[in-house]
């Protein structure tokens, strides 16, 4: 299925290409654009205020997955030519799903890196965008191989190799994620602090997100190809329960944080907290569990654009965008933020 198209287009001055210290702010300064889902109408805001929006009882959930260097960058054993490889998930022990970007790499090439690991190319699923690879290492000598070789996924719209701890959330914990969980980025141990003393509960859990673009292809990645394994702590189980309970709003930060949530809850009252997902959500989708969103701005052909409309319609959404274009915020990882409640 094609991804929900509205109709504008995200200036080139707007792609945000540089994490917000590296433009001389906090990243917890960032604008953000809140909407009311029940009236339609938006404030103009900076992040650092958003326990000015939230209520007492209300259960704040974050995404503490920790970005990994997900590029690796080798070449071709044969040929001798370069080829950039793109992590997608682990499937087991030395086995990835991962995107070769390089054309002409054909199934049983070798792969040699930089500090000498070989990666060999196995075969691509009919309707899937990722090849099999297999490393020549496993366990804790691979992961510490992907942080000696590895580099952040960069997109065109950042022009220079900011380094990982750029992409990082300041609660990031658990190391997984091939893409920032990038919703998260805006908070710093402060304003948790500020939510904390205003009676707003925090919950972690963990979604490692995949990759959502494929170079050259007309659509992102759609959820449904790109299975992403999750858990969420018994801990943050109750805080849920607790927050349902006293009529408190569950919030979260990302869609990762929406996908994940819903997951569970479509499988009773969380008895899964652990699993993978490859839920897709838009217009259709009933949530169960999640009452509003913070998230950032999404590019117009996006299933991220599609997963706002199970808080939003489509002409709000439309109508919000447009204005957002208008008032100059700022899109992608290390942009602004759009806050639905």
């Given at each position: 299925m094609a991804p929900l198209s509205m109709p504008f287009k995200v200036p080139e001055a707007l792609n945000a290409d540089r994490p917000p210290e590296r433009r001389g702010l906090r990243r917890d300064h960032v604008r953000?654009?809140?909407?009311?889902?029940?009236?339609?109408l938006t404030h103009d805001d900076v992040f650092y205020r958003l326990p000015d929006y939230l209520k007492p009882g209300d259960l704040v959930v974050l995404n503490n997955s920790r970005t990994i260097p997900a590029v690796l960058r080798g070449r071709a054993i044969a040929s001798g030519r370069p080829v950039e490889i793109r992590l997608a998930r682990p499937v087991h022990a030395a086995v990835w799903e991962a995107m070769i970007v390089t054309d002409d790499v054909q199934p049983g090439d070798e792969i040699v890196l930089s500090t000498g690991v070989t990666i060999r190319i196995g075969s691509k699923g009919r309707r899937s965008p990722f090849h099999s690879i297999e490393f020549s290492?496993?366990?804790e000598a691979l992961w510490n191989a992907i942080y000696e070789a590895g580099e952040p996924v960069r997109y065109e719209y950042i022009h220079e190799p900011w380094p990982l701890s750029d992409y990082q959330t300041v609660f990031g914990a658990v190391p997984g994620s091939v893409e920032m969980p990038s919703a998260g980025r805006p908070f710093s141990w402060e304003l948790l602090q500020r939510l904390r003393e205003k009676g707003i509960g925090i919950g972690f859990l963990q979604l490692h997100t995949g990759l959502s673009y494929v170079?050259?292809?007309?659509?992102?990645v759609s959820p449904k190809e790109n299975t992403e394994a999750y858990h969420i702590p018994t801990e943050t189980i109750a805080r849920i329960r607790a927050a349902k309970e006293r009529a408190g709003r569950v919030i979260a930060v990302g869609t990762t944080v929406v996908?994940?949530?819903?997951?569970?809850?479509?499988s009773g009252d969380f008895e899964k907290p652990s699993g993978t997902t490859n839920l897709y959500i838009d217009a259709s989708f009933a949530l169960k569990v999640v009452d509003g969103l913070i998230t950032g701005l999404h590019e117009p052909e996006s299933t991220h654009l599609d997963l706002l409309t199970a808080f939003l319609d489509a002409a709000?959404?439309?109508?919000?965008?447009r204005d957002a274009v208008a008032k100059g915020y700022l899109w992608h990882e290390f942009g602004d933020v759009h806050v639905i409640l």
């Open positions: 953000m654009l809140v909407t009311e889902r029940g009236t339609g290492l496993a366990g170079p050259d292809e007309p659509y992102p996908r994940a949530l819903e997951t569970v809850a479509m709000s959404i439309e109508t919000i965008y």
